[in-house]
T-cell receptor, first 115, second 111 residues
Framework: EPEVTQTPSHQVTQMGQEVILRCVPI?????FYWYRQILGQKVEFLVS????????KSEIFDDQFSVERPDGSNFTLKIRSTKLEDSAMYFC?????????????FGQGTRLTVV | SQQGEEDPQALSIQEGENATMNCSYK?????LQWYRQNSGRGLVHLIL?????REKHSGRLRVTLDTSKKSSSLLITASRAADTASYFC???????????FGQGTTLQVKP
């Protein structure tokens, strides 16, 4: 069964450092997303991406965040200067469409710890 | 806020019993999806119900949707210890495909 893969599974970084979280969406999917989940809290939408551009972003997705699809398979989330409050599980998801019958497939997540 | 609410927040039952979790939302939706998350792990898609559907089954799972009440329920029948996890509802709205997640219900099934 096709799946979304994320690397690394766990990343520890110093406050102020840049991190790049990587995702390989399902190959025939067209829409890509990043979500985050702070420990013990709900999953929050960060950004959606289609046709090589951001289609929607949340208030959380400020200037410190950026996304890129550098090639035909990878989808990355960059945090420019990490803060302690960026510590969370980050999930990548992809869908083939955006309509009512489209389920989202999620990766296993990257646990980011900022120290 | 577009966030949904789920209840109960936590549920503890014995193996073999049924578990019912409820979810409410505030905006119009395209679909409603249920996900399971084992502790510290990824989100596993369980079932999607469209806004024009009222009930859907998948194995031991039954999902209902009442758009007039803006609510959905997930029923797990004949629960097993392996069903122990957190369960989230998420609704799709708008035209970008983003999902709005509820707070989740933590289910513990005791053997």
């Amino acid at each position: 069964e096709p799946e979304v893969t994320q690397t690394p599974s766990h990343q520890v970084t110093q406050m102020g450092q840049e991190v790049i979280l990587r995702c390989v969406p399902i190959s025939n999917h067209l829409y890509f997303y990043w979500y985050r989940q702070i420990l013990g809290q709900k999953v929050e939408f960060l950004v959606s991406f289609y046709n090589n551009e951001i289609s929607e972003k949340s208030e959380i997705f400020d200037d410190q965040f950026s996304v890129e699809r550098p090639d035909g398979s990878n989808f990355t989330l960059k945090i420019r200067s990490t803060k302690l409050e960026d510590s969370a599980m980050y999930f990548c998801a992809s869908t083939w469409g955006r309509q009512a019958n489209t389920e989202a497939f999620f990766g296993q997540g990257t646990r980011l710890t900022v120290v | 806020s577009q966030q949904g609410e789920e209840d109960p927040q936590a549920l503890s039952i014995q193996e073999g019993e049924n578990a019912t979790m409820n979810c409410s939302y505030k905006t119009s939706i395209n679909n409603l999806q249920w996900y399971r998350q084992n502790s510290g792990r990824g989100l596993v898609h369980l079932i999607l119900i469209r806004s024009n559907e009222r009930e859907k089954h998948s194995g031991r799972l039954r999902v209902t949707l009442d758009t007039s009440k803006k609510s959905s329920s997930l029923l797990i029948t004949a629960s097993r210890a392996a069903d122990t996890a957190s369960y989230f509802c998420a609704h799709g709205s708008g035209n970008t495909g983003k999902l709005i997640f509820g707070q989740g219900t933590t289910l513990q099934v005791k053997p």
